[in-house]
């Protein structure tokens, strides 16, 4: 496949700047050869004792006219040129980024986040010195020697040109050579810049952790291991780019000695004048550099185009969960008559296995909820309880079959219906560094009203009333500032607004005292009539309620019914019953 594929598009809608940035580069390159040709005129008048004072300054005068022109057409190539860049780096980061957020959450967990910044950063900038650095350069090294080498074969004749030039050969054996090695140089250096960024990212998440065991000592020789290794990687393109470039200058000041060397005797024996020879070193000058630049050229096109490479591997990748084709929208119920008696979600036997791994996580699940009842579902921590209610708003695929949302396979519902239609509030809280507001409404357009209302429900609205900035608090990088069950409560508000027609809870009250929780629930209670809900939950206290419980066991379901007649059992539920209020009996005692 093409390196380009993902950016080909970019490029071609920018080629009339493209265009118009080497029409002002050739103009640059123009007025740059008409410079010598100005002083060889200066100096075979000032040779033959011919050039008067009008003269020269007329000379001074027409040199500073090109350096004018060379100076407005060098603004206008670099700000148009660069302009395109940036404006491609514009579109192929946004279009990176839309593809990241199509992906499926297990991506993420399989995909080291460090890396993904890395490719979003560091990768992008490689592309776009490519796009523009590189261009630039690409086609000064095209053009100049082409140019040059004309002008010295008009200044200089044949002879002197060849003999001039012969070095020059050698310098593309030398590049070819250094292209060789560089690729794999290049790629290392990229990998080990995304760990870099890995290791530091994850620290500064766990510094908390780090702090608690008093494990600073350590995560600073992990990290200075991974420094290391990003040092070596680096040094070792350094060691190949300090090779390359004296090697190239060595071999390009060959063709100056040969110059001054062949130049000066024909100089001397009258087969050029002084003004020639002045004139052909000045265009063996502007050869040498582009012919010296495609060192750098090279270095530039190869870090792009591994940096490509990198960034087309991510796009590549296809979301694991995606619409199928014919999906159709959620059909929601209406709250009366009939509709409160269908079944808002159905397993029929499904089993469920991760991708990759043999053993079944979920085995045999068949169970109903109708709309507007409660499950509750509890089990041991590794049962499968998060695995069961992820598949829901498909955060996990389930097999063809085997579950329904009123009705309908799930697998031909469209995501953006299905996940509208849910509020979800995972086990594990995350909220964005911004205000309290904006984390419960998560930009989707909510009134203050339905926000504040949201905020009562999770009986977080008197603890948001004791902050100075109210509901415009900043709650920091994954709500530091707030206590764990703040977290929590908002996490729910945010889930709970717009009123879903399903939500899920899932373990999302561990943090909050029992008589928080239950004024949750009764409120949740009043919320949730008419609607559906299941949550998952290790208190007893939090489910007991529920219209039915089902306890799941190493991925089975092992009993099945109300609270009160699961304590009947004499099971699993029975005894985790009776721990519980073991353990609130001694809580009250002390």
Not at 54 to 62: E, P, R
Not at 369 to 378: E, P, Q, R, S
Request: proline fraction near 3%; glycine fraction near 6%; include cysteine.
């Amino acid at each position: 496949m093409s390196t380009l594929r993902y950016i080909k598009d970019l490029l071609l809608r920018n080629k009339y700047k493209y265009i118009a940035g080497v029409i002002f580069l050739l103009c640059v390159d123009i007025l740059q050869l008409i410079m010598p040709k100005i002083l060889e005129a200066a100096t075979d008048l000032l040779e033959t004792g011919t050039l008067t004072r009008d003269m020269l300054a007329s000379f001074a005068v027409a040199l500073v006219l090109v350096a004018v022109g060379i100076a407005v057409f060098r603004f206008l190539f670099r700000y148009t040129l660069y302009g395109v860049s940036r404006s491609i780096e514009l579109s192929f980061r946004n279009r990176l980024y839309a593809h990241l957020q199509r992906l499926s959450a297990n991506f993420f967990n399989t995909h080291k986040t460090g890396d993904i910044m890395a490719h979003v950063t560091n990768d992008m900038n490689n592309v776009t010195f490519a796009t523009g650095q590189g261009v630039i350069f690409a086609v000064d090294c095209l053009l100049m020697p082409v140019a040059s080498l004309v002008m010295m074969w008009q200044t200089g004749g044949l002879s002197l040109t060849a003999a001039s030039f012969a070095p020059i050969f050698v310098l593309a054996v030398l590049i070819f050579f250094f292209m060789r090695i560089m690729q794999n140089a290049v790629q290392k250096q990229q990998e080990a810049f995304s760990n870099l960024t890995e290791a530091a990212r994850e620290n500064f998440s766990g510094i908390r952790v780090i702090k608690s065991f008093v494990q600073e000592k350590h995560q600073i020789s992990r990290f200075e291991r991974v420094n290391e290794i990003n040092r070596r990687a680096n040094l070792r393109f350094i060691r190949i780019m300090s090779m390359m470039f004296p090697s190239v200058m060595l071999v390009s000041s060959l063709s100056f000695v040969i110059a001054l060397w062949y130049g000066g005797l024909m100089v001397i024996g009258g087969t050029i004048s002084l003004g020639e020879f002045v004139a052909f070193n000045s265009y063996l000058g502007m050869l040498i550099w582009p012919i010296t630049a495609l060192g750098w050229v090279a270095n530039i096109f190869k870090r792009g185009s591994v940096s490509l490479n990198r960034i087309n591997a991510l796009i590549d990748e296809k979301p694991e969960i995606s619409d199928k084709p014919g999906a159709v929208p959620l059909d929601i119920p209406g709250t009366t008559g009939e509709a409160a008696n269908t079944r808002a979600i159905e397993f029929r036997g499904l089993t469920f296995r991760y991708p990759g791994s043999k053993e079944a996580v979920l085995e045999d699940i068949s169970f109903a909820v109708d709309h507007g009842k409660t499950l509750a579902i509890v089990g041991r921590t590794g049962s499968g309880k998060s695995t069961l209610i992820n598949l829901i708003p498909r955060l996990l695929s389930a097999p063809e079959g085997t579950l329904f949302i009123n009705g309908t396979d799930i697998n031909h519902i469209s995501l953006s219906s299905l996940r509208s239609s849910i509020g979800f509030v995972p086990q594990e809280t995350f909220l964005f560094s911004d205000t309290i507001k904006n984390n419960i409404d998560f930009y989707r357009g909510f009134s203050m009203d339905e926000i504040e209302k949201a905020a009562k429900i999770a009986r977080l609205y008197d603890d948001i009333m004791e902050f100075p900035q109210k509901f415009d608090t900043i709650v920091g990088e994954r709500g530091v500032t707030l206590s764990g069950g703040q977290k929590q409560r908002t996490a729910i508000a945010r889930a709970v607004i717009g009123w879903p027609s399903i939500l899920i809870l899932d373990d999302c009250l561990s943090a909050v005292d029992t008589r928080t929780e239950e004024n949750i629930l009764r409120e949740l209670r009043v919320l949730m009539e008419q609607r559906t809900c299941i949550i998952v939950s290790h208190r007893i206290s939090a489910i007991k309620d529920a219209d039915e419980i089902i306890v799941l066991d190493e991925g089975r379901i092992i009993e099945r019914g109300t609270h009160d007649s699961l304590v009947g059992q004499k099971g699993y539920y029975h005894e985790l019953y009776t721990r519980q209020l073991l353990a609130d009996e001694i809580e009250e005692a002390e």
